[in-house]
């Protein structure tokens, strides 16, 4: 059975860094690609980054590209988000999922746009991000 685990959210001042960790197991974590995600009330869930299997592609939606980056260490299977700079804009709760779609170790090619949300499953609990100005 397939489970992820996210942790590492909290409340920061704007400019502040964190740093969420996701921990997946049931799974060859390195054979799949990762997302995250995050979604606040009365919005749909939106596509943060993405990273294949092997690391070594990743992407971004727009507004975080050079604040924030995506990681993953495949011997411990765990996927990281480091946010740096943040702002108001990026409280949300923050999802991890893994990609349920095949070909399993990449990306979506649109991805964070588009539809991507179809290509995930296993999604975790979440953990919640709030920035204050």
């Known amino acids: 059975q397939v489970q992820v685990v996210e942790s590492g959210g909290g409340s920061v001042q704007a400019g502040g860094s964190l740093r969420l960790s996701c921990t997946a197991s049931g799974l060859t974590f390195g054979s799949y690609a990762m997302g995250w995600f995050r979604q606040v009330p009365g919005k749909e869930r939106e596509g943060v980054s993405c990273?294949?299997?092997?690391?070594?592609?990743?992407y971004y939606r727009d507004s975080v590209k050079g604040r924030f980056t995506i990681s993953r260490d495949n011997a411990k299977n765990t996927l990281y988000l480091q946010m740096n700079s943040l702002k108001p804009e990026d409280t949300a709760m923050y999802y991890c999922a893994v990609k349920a779609r095949l070909p399993y170790p990449y990306c979506p090619g649109s991805y964070p746009y588009g539809d991507v949300r179809t290509n995930f499953a296993y999604w975790g609990q979440g953990t919640q991000v709030t920035v204050s100005s």
């Open positions: 990273i294949g299997g092997s690391g070594a592609n990743t």
